[in-house]
């Protein structure tokens, strides 16, 4: 059963480690996050974009897939279905779905209507028992097309947002999605602990978590951060193993072309990518 990530982040805040979102693109992807969760024994919050929700042919599609897999696994720790950097449409749409977590992000809006749309959503979030992200400040990088250039929140409307009663937080602290270039100025520490320090008890999220350096990632759970975002770094994986398995010639021996047999290597991939991050965010055993 699907549950909301209120419970798991709070705990993750108070015990200074961060619950892992890993987001999902197909029926792989998703099997291959949850077991490895269940192996670690880790609470686990499976993202999905508005973009990769349409090519999952829609969220009760998803819903239907999660649901079962989470039933024909045997999986018994927390997990969360949460839509990643969703419009105001889409995050009605996945509650009617039955996500049990959204991710709201009105940071392209005026502060005032970013609030107004928040509290309202707060408002549903509460009556159906779902958790509720926010985002303060646009994220850095490329996501679903929206491009941001790394930028810094301002910790008094973080505040404000926070205030309204959402679950947790997403502030732009020179964080970026996809991969960092080289000339990256890296996360800025100073802003974080001023909005943890506004903020208080709630949860802080993490977007872009791939390639930021190990020593950054502590540092920001240190400072409240209790989720962490993790999308890239999955597909990379994914990518880099696949390719080794045609180059090799592998598709050509036996069945090899098999999907099941084709996918398999990227899916280890997938895996081993998803235990590094459950073992450096300190969740695991945490269930």
């Known amino acids: 059963m699907l549950v909301s990530a ?3 982040l709070k705990k993750a805040k108070a015990g200074h480690y961060a619950v892992g979102q890993f987001n999902i693109n197909n029926l792989e992807w998703t099997k291959s996050i949850l077991l490895t969760a269940e192996e670690l024994k880790s609470p686990v919050i ?5 973009g990769a929700g349409k090519y999952m042919c829609g969220y009760t599609t998803i819903v239907g897939m999660v649901n079962g897999m989470i039933k024909e696994l045997g999986i018994t720790v927390p997990v969360a279905l949460h839509l990643d950097h969703g419009s105001y449409e889409g995050a009605y749409k996945c509650i ?13 809006y005026p502060i005032e209507e970013n609030i107004a749309k928040t509290r309202e959503l707060v408002a549903l979030c509460e009556q159906k028992g779902l ?3 926010a985002e303060v400040g646009a994220i850095g990088g490329e996501e679903d097309g929206v491009v941001g250039g790394g930028e810094v929140a301002d910790p008094d409307e973080c505040k404000m947002i926070a205030d309204l009663g959402v679950t947790m937080l997403a502030a732009g602290i020179g964080n970026i999605h ?3 270039p080289a000339n990256w100025a890296g996360l800025n520490f100073e802003v974080l602990e001023e909005i943890s320090k506004k903020v208080g008890d709630m949860p802080l999220v993490l977007h872009g978590g791939t390639g930021i350096p190990e020593d950054m990632i502590k ?3 240190s400072l409240g951060v209790s989720k962490i975002n993790v999308n890239t770094e999955c597909q990379l994986a994914f990518a880099a193993a696949t390719r080794k398995y045609v180059e090799a010639g592998k598709d050509l021996e036996g ?8 996918l398999a290597p990227g899916c280890e991939a997938i895996k ?4 590094e991050k459950i073992a450096l965010f300190g969740s695991a055993g945490k269930a």
């Open 272 to 275: 081993e990518t998803v235990r």
């Open 255 to 262: 069945k090899g072309f098999d999907p099941r047999k084709l």
């Open 219 to 221: 540092k920001a759970i």
């Open 6 to 8: 209120k419970e798991m």
């Open 178 to 180: 996809g991969k960092y």
């Open 96 to 108: 009617e779905a039955g996500f049990s977590s959204v991710m709201f992000d009105g940071s392209h």
């Open 46 to 50: 499976l993202g999905v974009s508005e």
């Open 131 to 133: 958790s509720l992200e």
